[in-house]
Structure formats: C-alpha cells, structure tokens
C-alpha cells in the first residue's frame, strides 16, 4: 500500500473525510452491549491523515461512543492486542476526544467533504435500522457522485439505503462486506464457549445473504483476508482487517 504523497503537508485544500460510527447499542440476540470496531475508525483515520485529509468524526445521534470490547487493543482476551495503530489512537487524549463527542450526522454538510466512510462494529446490525438520518446522508453522498464507503458491519447500511427512484443503492453493485464464513466463524466461537445457545446466531441477519437478496454482486476475498472493492463511487470493504485497504480505495478515488 502506497500512501506517499510530496505535496500532502502544504496542501492548499486538503480533501475532508466524514467518517461515521455507531452509537452504542445492545445486541437483541445475545444482550451484550455493541458499539463499533475500533480498527475501521483507527485504520482509515491513519491513512487519511497521512494523506494530509482532514477527518471528522459523527455518529448517527451524536454524543459518546463505544468500541466493543474485542476491538480493544487493552482488552483481557487479547484479541486485538498486535492492532499497534488503534492502541496509538487511544493512547492519544485529543483523538479519543473526538470519540467521546461525536457530532451528530445532521451536522454533516455535502458541500464540507469529499466522502464519507461508515465504520462497522457489531452496533450497526442492531442500530442502523432507525438511522434514518445517516442513511439518508450516504445516499445524498452516493448520489452527488462523492465518495461513499462503508465497512464491515458497516455496510448494513445498504440493506436500508434506497435511491431518490425507489431502487436499492446496492442492486447491481459490486460489493462486498463481513461474509457469510466470518459469520460461521463467529457463530462457532461463541457456541464452542456455551455463550449462545446453538438455535441461537451472533447476528439477527446476514450481509452477505441480503446484500444478494437485493440484487448486489456479493464477492469476498475469503476468512478473514483484508479485502475492498470500488463500484463508481461506492466502495466497500469486507471486514475489521480491511480498513487500510477500503481507505486506499478511497484516496485513489479522490485523486489525491
């Protein structure tokens, strides 16, 4: 991945990036709270940023947000603790600043950025059924030929996003997003531990099944393997390994 850029420092008009978190929910099939991963916030946020872009950080209703806790480079299980970059972030007082107060997405102007980057986490799946405000937004975004891009469980956004004629965002778009194998993966590794019943899924729908279901190209690059993919000005990435790569995307897409 190639971020060099000799002109980023004294950019006369650096190019803004929103990127969008989940305000922090409960899973209505396990009870744990959720909220969103911290690698598709820390990941972009560092690429952006080397790129000289300015980012901003909003949330669906503003305010406070949580990561959930697997994302946590600090976090007891150690599943997260090589992600250096995220504990870099968190390290930072004036970046986890901006975590604690996120502006709503209301407060997003088209006019003020030149794309918007959902980050994913398990909240989206459980929240962004009533964003309406954030999907809105995307599609404004989307449809003003900007860049619009989501993440992850970020991407449950397109099962919501619809375009001023009615159709699905996603029909006919190439797109990809967390996969059905990742959800298996997920389902086992909870079932192994007896923390959900087996009649009982880590999620109450499926990505890549919907996403289909509407009329999408699903594609995905396999268990866990970072991966992105660029319809127009729709971009994608596959899951909480891919935020380098979906920010990559859309710099190039920018131009800049």
């Known amino acids: 991945m190639s971020l060099k850029n000799p002109n980023r420092v004294h950019a006369a008009k650096p ?4 990127i969008v978190l989940a305000n922090p929910a409960t899973s209505t099939t396990t009870g744990w709270p959720v909220g ?7 990941h972009p946020y560092f690429a952006f940023s080397e790129q000289g872009y300015e980012v901003a950080l909003f949330s669906p209703e503003g305010g406070k947000c949580e990561a959930d806790s697997l994302s946590d480079p ?9 992600d250096l970059i995220s504990m ?50 995307f599609v404004e975004f989307y449809e003003a030929g900007k860049v619009a891009a989501a993440l992850c469980h970020g991407v449950a956004i397109l099962k919501y996003a619809r375009l001023s004629n009615g159709e699905f965002l996603a029909k006919g ?17 909870v079932w192994s531990m007896n923390l959900l019943p087996k ?10 099944d919907t996403l289909k279901s509407m009329g999408a190209n699903f594609i995905q690059a396999g268990l866990w393997r970072s991966f992105s993919v660029r319809d127009g000005n729709l971009i994608t990435g596959q899951q909480n390994f891919s935020g380098m790569e979906t920010a990559e995307l859309v710099i190039e897409a920018l131009g800049a």
Do not use: C
């Not at 190019?15 to 929103?18: D, F, L, N």
């Not at 969103?36 to 820390?42: C, H, R």
């Not at 600090?74 to 090589?82: C, E, F, I, L, N």
């Open 199 to 208: 009649d009982k899924h880590v999620m109450p729908w499926r990505i890549e």
């Open 74 to 82: 600090r976090d007891p299980s150690g599943y997260s603790k090589t």
């Open 88 to 137: 870099g972030f968190i390290a930072t007082p004036e970046l986890m600043a901006l975590v604690e107060n996120t502006q709503p997405v209301s407060a997003i102007k088209l006019d003020a950025f030149d794309a918007i980057l959902v980050a994913g986490g398990q909240s989206p799946m459980f929240s962004f059924d009533t964003a309406d405000g954030l999907v809105a937004k």
């Open 15 to 18: 190019k803004r990036v929103a």
């Open 173 to 189: 778009k190439t797109v990809t997003g967390f996969a059905n194998v990742e959800e298996d993966f997920a389902d086992e590794a």
């Open 36 to 42: 969103f991963w911290w690698s598709e916030l820390t």
